[in-house]
């Protein structure tokens, strides 16, 4: 690998070339990624791909000039000082926010790159050549901006806006509700069965961290192994079942914790504190995401968790 202060106008000049040949190749990847989902946004990147194909053109013409047609392939992996990419190819289902995170961290990487190479040319049309592309990429931001005020309408956005949000609600919400509401209801009737069975707060912890830790492991795997996004739009499946896993395991621990105390009854009115807070959760998110009305949400959730409680407490104190 070397170091950027090393490299000559030429091997500049070849970097140059395949920066803008990766970046352009980046936003064509963005724009097919989000073209199904988000049509307009994809349109908005495939402008900016044109933008680095024309960078690119103007860099490969004063290369042939000044040192002929054969230019070496110098990558962004060979020269010190270049932040890591993940490849696109990697991040499924694109979100869109993180693309448009993304897009400002390339272009600021872009344009210290051409100062910093502009600064180090001793040829005038180079050094002007890239402090222009410097300029370019400085306004590459506001070129972005002019591209979704004109490709993204105000309803378009907003079409897209709310696609945004039922894939959000699709691949992080459902999975992690799911493991949520399973974790925090079934793992009651074990706990507080150890618990009024055994009167031992430690034995309840015990039962407890193995009933969430059980039921987070079987929900991941269940999750991920329902089906693979393909056709349903629901995202990567190990993420989900990983996200689906931790809730699960998060919403039993959760009323296990207070079984820590030593005193038992106080552990116990802790526990069922906690169990409330949790039911207010669960109601609460399917409220806000799955448009659930409150009262029905409450209910729902309240009547599924007093039963499951109420089960627990009639096994333990047989």
């Given at each position: 690998m070397r170091n950027f202060d090393s490299l000559s106008e030429r091997e500049m000049l070849a970097l140059a070339?395949?920066?803008?040949?990766?970046?352009?190749?980046?936003?064509?990847?963005?724009?097919?990624?989000?073209?199904?989902?988000?049509?307009?946004?994809?349109?908005?990147?495939?402008?900016?791909?044109?933008?680095?194909?024309?960078?690119?053109?103007?860099?490969?013409?004063?290369?042939?000039?000044?040192?002929?047609?054969?230019?070496?392939?110098?990558?962004?992996?060979?020269?010190?000082?270049?932040?890591?990419?993940?490849?696109?190819?990697?991040?499924?289902p694109l979100g869109l926010e993180t693309v448009r995170k993304q897009v400002s961290a390339m272009e600021v990487e872009s344009r210290r790159f051409y100062e910093s190479a502009s600064a180090r040319a001793q040829d005038p049309g180079i050094r002007q050549l890239l402090d222009d592309l410097a300029q370019e990429e400085r306004t590459h931001e506001d070129r972005a901006e002019e591209l979704e005020k004109s490709k993204l309408r105000p309803e378009i956005k907003g079409k897209e806006d709310e696609a945004n949000r039922r894939l959000f609600v699709l691949q992080i919400v459902q999975p992690g509700l799911a493991?949520?509401?399973?974790?925090?209801?079934?793992?009651?009737?074990?706990v507080f069965a150890a618990a009024s069975a055994t009167r031992n707060s430690w034995d309840a912890f015990l039962v407890g961290l193995a009933a969430s830790i059980g039921a987070g492991i079987s929900m991941g795997f269940a999750e991920a192994l329902s089906d693979d996004g393909s056709l349903t739009g629901r995202g990567h499946p190990w993420l989900r079942g990983l996200i689906c896993g931790l809730m699960t395991a998060l919403?039993?621990?959760?009323?296990?914790?207070?079984?820590?105390?030593?005193?038992?009854?106080?552990?116990?009115?802790?526990?069922?504190?906690?169990?409330?807070i949790e039911l207010g959760i669960i109601s609460w998110i399917r409220h806000r995401y799955m448009e659930t009305p409150p009262l029905s949400a409450a209910v729902q959730v309240g009547l599924g968790g007093a039963l499951v409680f109420v089960t627990g407490m009639l096994i333990g104190s047989a």
């Open positions: 070339i395949s920066l803008e040949e990766e970046d352009e190749r980046v936003y064509a990847d963005y724009a097919e990624g989000l073209r199904q989902d988000f049509p307009a946004s994809a349109e908005v990147f495939d402008g900016m791909r044109e933008e680095e194909s024309s960078h690119r053109r103007r860099l490969i013409e004063i290369y042939q000039e000044r040192f002929g047609d054969h230019i070496p392939l110098i990558r962004r992996q060979d020269v010190k000082g270049f932040v890591t990419r993940k490849p696109v190819w990697l991040v499924r493991g949520l509401m399973d974790g925090s209801v079934s793992t009651l009737a074990p919403g039993g621990i959760g009323h296990t914790l207070p079984f820590l105390i030593r005193d038992f009854q106080i552990a116990m009115g802790a526990a069922v504190i906690v169990v409330l």
